[in-house]
């Protein structure tokens, strides 16, 4: 799987004393989004069918509970393994093998049969088994994104960059529900599976023709760019080492480390969070706030709309924080920030009866906490930029 090094093809003026620097890793930033998009759609795409589903499978309300709880078992046992994939081949392969994966474990839910020919292989047992397949490739898409980000970003724009994950997930998770709902009235919910397959394979393909594990790979890098990109990386002396891939990672070092042990146990609550409303909130607001499908459809994408607004500014103002009050305040500050903010108002939302005002107040709570995203993944490439995966 070892990348073949591509020689830089820009022109030669590009070259020149003085020549102005490409922005070819905001195009390379670009497609992070739109991978994290079309996978955000495929997670979300189970939380907006599932009562479809569970109504033409009658399936009880525990069988759809595991069903959507299967894609983050998957994404719990492939996250080391794709972690580790990355930073050892590259994560170029890497996402498109994931985005491959996540589509093809979509498409496979569209042709559910009716009943099975095979006595013990009942339709709750498949949707889970391609629900976690789905998991398998979604684990793959926010660590080598993140990877990514530490081989294409300066130091300086490391949160920036990294919010490009919340950025495309928030996106992808606030079309869903309004996509789903519009092609579940007209054509079934599982034409929108199918769809969601096909733009999924679409991103892939783009992807593996236009993207490079490094920006000295890239025919579009100039050395402007290049200075842009590596100057940034020497100053936290990582210039060279971040550039490597193949090396032997320091698991003794890893798991001594009293950092990675408390970002990942703060990020386990941020998720677990965000997790609701990527999973039940249209659930939610179908039966417990008794909308329709198309006022859900809508409503339920107001949280995400949120993510997508706020993560940016969460990544800007984290890199902005870092140089006023250093590395670790600064990247602390902005979760407080976004996580305390984000608490107080879920709190407030959940006991708000009235519908429109509970379903702005739980939004921007969803906001706030994408807000904060930004931070745990840019800490990662700070404490470990050669292993950011």
Avoid at 206 to 217: E, G, H, I, S, Y
Avoid at 366 to 389: R, V
Wanted: net charge positive; proline share 4%; with cysteine.
């Amino acid at each position: 799987m070892a990348e073949t090094l591509r020689v830089p093809l820009a022109p030669f003026e590009n070259e020149l004393p003085g020549s102005r620097a490409t922005h070819t890793r905001w195009w390379i930033l670009g497609l992070v989004v739109l991978i994290m998009l079309v996978e955000a759609m495929q997670r979300a795409s189970m939380g907006i069918a599932g009562k479809a589903i569970q109504d033409e499978f009658r399936l009880t309300t525990q069988q759809l509970g595991w069903i959507l709880s299967a894609f983050g078992l998957g994404q719990t046992v492939s996250q080391v393994p794709w972690g580790l994939a990355g930073d050892r081949y590259g994560p170029r392969r890497i996402l498109m093998l994931a985005v491959l994966c996540s589509a093809f474990s979509t498409a496979a839910i569209g042709f559910t049969p009716a009943g099975s020919s095979i006595a013990w292989l009942s339709v709750p047992l498949f949707l889970m088994g391609m629900r976690f397949l789905g998991g398998v490739g979604m684990a793959a898409a926010p660590s080598n994104s993140n990877k990514i980000v530490s081989l294409w970003m300066s130091s300086n724009e490391r949160a920036t960059g990294s919010s490009a994950i919340p950025f495309g997930s928030g996106l992808g998770s606030g079309i869903a529900p309004i996509l789903t709902a519009l092609t579940m009235q007209t054509w079934g919910w599982r034409f929108s599976y199918f769809l969601y397959a096909s733009i999924a394979c679409s991103v892939a393909l783009v992807w593996r023709f236009f993207a490079t594990n490094r920006p000295d790979q890239h025919p579009r890098v100039n050395a402007a760019e290049l200075e842009h990109i590596r100057g940034g990386a020497r100053t936290d002396g990582a210039a060279t080492s971040k550039l490597q891939f193949g090396k032997r990672l320091p698991w003794s070092r890893m798991l001594r480390s009293r950092s990675l042990w408390v970002i990942s146990l703060s990020f386990s609550c941020q998720q677990y969070a965000i997790m609701v409303f990527q999973t039940w909130f249209f659930i939610y607001l179908v039966k417990s706030r008794g909308l329709t499908l198309t006022q859900a459809g809508f409503w339920g994408a107001t949280p995400f709309i949120c993510m997508v607004l706020f993560s940016p500014f969460g990544g800007r103002a984290s890199d902005i924080a870092v140089r006023h009050f250093g590395r670790s305040r600064g990247r602390r500050s902005t979760v407080w920030l976004g996580m305390g903010l984000s608490s107080f108002l879920l709190w407030t939302g959940s006991h708000t009866s009235n519908n429109a005002r509970a379903i702005v107040i739980l939004a921007v709570a969803a906001g706030f906490n994408y807000f904060a995203l930004s931070a745990y993944w840019a800490a990662c490439i700070d404490l470990a930029p050669t292993y950011s995966a």
